[in-house]
């Protein structure tokens, strides 16, 4: 079964770039989707379809795809942006339906 | 507006059972593919179980045979039957809505399998 890798995580500077990346051998063929989860509250969409953002995202952050390699990138970093987040796939096989990396801390310093 | 709000939640011993509901409004319900996700204490996100809008289902291997979803659609909710419950489905459990990816969630509900 698939297994979307991220690190485990990360922290950047405000004002910075933030790049999280998520990556699984067969990810080439497969779209790839964001969730941001701040402490305490549900997980929100923030990409999907590798880089479409839904009403109300900034445009701060988008997504990017290349080979076995997924990346969200936020630029700008904000205080608000501190959260875990998760890239995630469709994958039919073995009857998987969402499969979810484990999830990067990102740290606002 | 979409909203999704789970219910049923609480502590339950190992080998218990619980029903944990969804209660879906703001989109036509029968039309998508509904989700539950659970998410343990200090951990990721795990997908559960989904229903199609016509009731065609699929499980994670970690609960086949135990957890049962289903859906009504004229009350448009979601339900989750959990049976034999053991200390490692102690989680948040989430209802989301498909659309390939989960567009949008519920606030979910905290079940704690304990003795």
């Known amino acids: 079964s698939s297994v979307l890798t991220q690190p485990q995580s990360l922290s950047v500077a405000p004002g910075n770039t933030a790049r999280i990346t998520c990556e699984e051998n067969n990810l080439g063929n497969k779209s790839v989707h964001w969730y941001q989860q701040r402490p305490g509250q549900a997980p929100l969409l923030v990409i999907f379809?590798?880089?479409d953002r839904p009403s109300g995202i900034p445009a701060r952050f988008s997504g990017s795809h290349s080979g076995s390699t997924a990346t969200l990138t936020i630029t700008r970093v904000e205080a608000g942006d501190e959260a875990d987040y998760y890239c995630q796939v469709w994958d039919n096989s073995h009857d998987h339906h969402w499969i979810f990396g484990g999830g990067t801390r990102l740290t606002v310093l | 507006e979409v909203q999704l709000v789970e219910s049923g939640g609480g502590l339950v011993k190992p080998g218990g059972s619980l029903r944990l509901s969804c209660a879906a409004s703001g989109f036509t319900f029968s039309l998508y593919t509904m989700n539950w996700v659970r998410q343990a204490p200090g951990k990721g996100l795990e997908w559960v179980a989904s229903?199609?809008?016509?009731?065609?289902?699929h499980y994670a291997e970690s609960v086949k045979g135990r957890l049962t979803i289903s859906r009504d659609n004229a009350q448009t909710s979601l339900f989750l039957q959990m049976n034999s419950l053991r200390p490692e489905d102690t989680a948040v459990y989430y209802c989301?809505?498909?659309?390939?990816?989960?567009?949008?969630w519920g606030q979910g509900t905290l079940v704690t399998v304990s003795s």
């Open positions: 379809y590798e880089n």
């Open positions: 989301a809505r498909d659309a390939y990816w989960a567009d949008y």
């Open positions: 229903i199609s809008g016509s009731g065609y289902v």
